[in-house]
Structures are given as C-alpha cells and as structure tokens.
C-alpha cells in the first residue's frame, strides 16, 4: 500500500526537451505551438467562399 502511495506522486517524465538559450520547452508542446500557428497562416491565407449566386433571384 505505501508502495503504491509512494509510486503514484512521483512525477511523469515529460519527454523529450528542447533548449534553446534561455527557452525550455517539451517537444510535445513545441509541435503544438507550431501546428497552431501553422492553422492560424492558413486561415488568415485561404479565403473564405464565395456566396452562391442563385439563378432563381
């Protein structure tokens, strides 16, 4: 049981590490950022659709 205790409150290792002078960063959360500011270029980019021209008006 203390075993246990003591297994769970342990810290996750986070993964890989990036250093880049004074910033520190996980690899997870540095793709994350870039895959976010990759959606943002493209949104700002691609344009929105045109509206339909009905025939009918």
Do not use: K, Y
């Not at 993964?15 to 793709?31: D, E, K, R, S, Y």
């Not at 895959?35 to 008006?57: I, K, S, Y």
Request: overall charge negative; hydrophobic content about 60%.
């Amino acid at each position: 049981m203390i075993t246990q205790l003591l297994a769970a409150s342990q810290p996750v290792p986070a993964g890989p590490v990036v250093q880049w002078g004074w910033l520190t960063i996980t690899v997870a959360n540095l793709l994350v950022i870039l895959l976010m500011v990759v959606v943002f270029v493209l949104a700002l980019l691609l344009p929105f659709p045109a509206p339909r021209e009905d025939e009918d008006r």
